[in-house]
């Protein structure tokens, strides 16, 4: 007959196994894990960044205002209608996401037709 896992004899290999052939490379890589931690810590820490944002520099950003002051003189200007008539889309907009993915529909499940009585009824019925 096969030994279960609460056999004494079993939990005594197990033991026995724990021991002498994982507690040593446990420790080993406890070892190895505490020697790297040490070694970072008495390394400097390296220079945090200044900052996530990006920085434009001053010379970008007076092009980029100069650009912006041209632009407004440019719409201040009269300038005939049908040049800046915007094409609007006449068609509808898309329905909804769930209108265009066909759903694969599930079976519905039939009622039973045979109707068992329930116990109060059947309860009443006996006295």
Do not use: H
Request: proline share 6%.
């Amino acid at each position: 007959m096969a030994k279960s896992s609460r056999a004494s004899s079993r939990k005594a290999n197990n033991q026995r196994l724990k021991a002498k052939v994982f507690s040593p490379v446990e420790e080993a890589r406890a070892e190895r894990l505490s020697a790297k931690l040490l070694e970072l810590a008495a390394q400097p820490r390296p220079p945090a960044p200044e900052s996530s944002e990006m920085k434009v520099a001053d010379n970008e950003g007076e092009n980029a205002r100069g650009e912006e002051a041209k632009m407004e003189e440019d719409t201040t200007a009269p300038v005939d209608a049908t040049v800046n008539a915007m094409d609007v889309d006449t068609a509808k907009p898309a329905a909804s996401r769930r209108a265009d993915k066909k759903r694969i529909e599930k079976r519905r499940k039939t009622k039973s037709k045979i109707v068992f009585p329930r116990y109060g009824d059947r309860k009443r019925t006996k006295r």
